[in-house]
């Protein structure tokens, strides 16, 4: 699946006509047609109900809807994200813990570091071994913190 398919679904499912969803997004109606055919057939449901007037989201496509929005965000968030990393507006924060330490002090210290706007902090489950074998090759240690109790 790849992201152009969740973008034609979600203007298909805001607009309940293929017609209008492919004028929408710039390309003939046919090809648009495949490609939501497609993606049913690769998730194995049924994503809309064909009217002779228009489309009706199942409810398998009322899911698949807030999920794509969601993916989709997540995307745009990141893009955005990785373009203030390279312009050094933002700033990449690794930390790797052992799983106990997520249920003592980790969280309190994660939540106030993310209000931080030009922050973005990325947790990484590791056990004590592999935060070992990290801090001895070097890897990401200009940005990372390695926490944990022995």
Known sequence: MELRHLRYFIVVAQELNMTR???????????????I????EELGVQLFIRKPRGLELTQSGLYF???AD??????NATIEGTRQ???HHKSVLSIGFVPSVFYEELPLIVRRLRRNKNLEVVLHDLKA?????ALKSGRELSSSLVYGRR
């Open 21 to 35: 969803a492919a004028e929408k997004l710039f390309i003939s109606q046919p090809p648009l047609t495949r490609q």
């Open 70 to 75: 969601a993916i989709l965000e997540k995307v």
């Open 65 to 67: 809807l807030q999920q």
């Open 85 to 87: 990393v390279a312009q």
């Open 129 to 133: 071994q592999e935060q070992i074998e």
């Open 37 to 40: 055919k497609q993606l049913e």
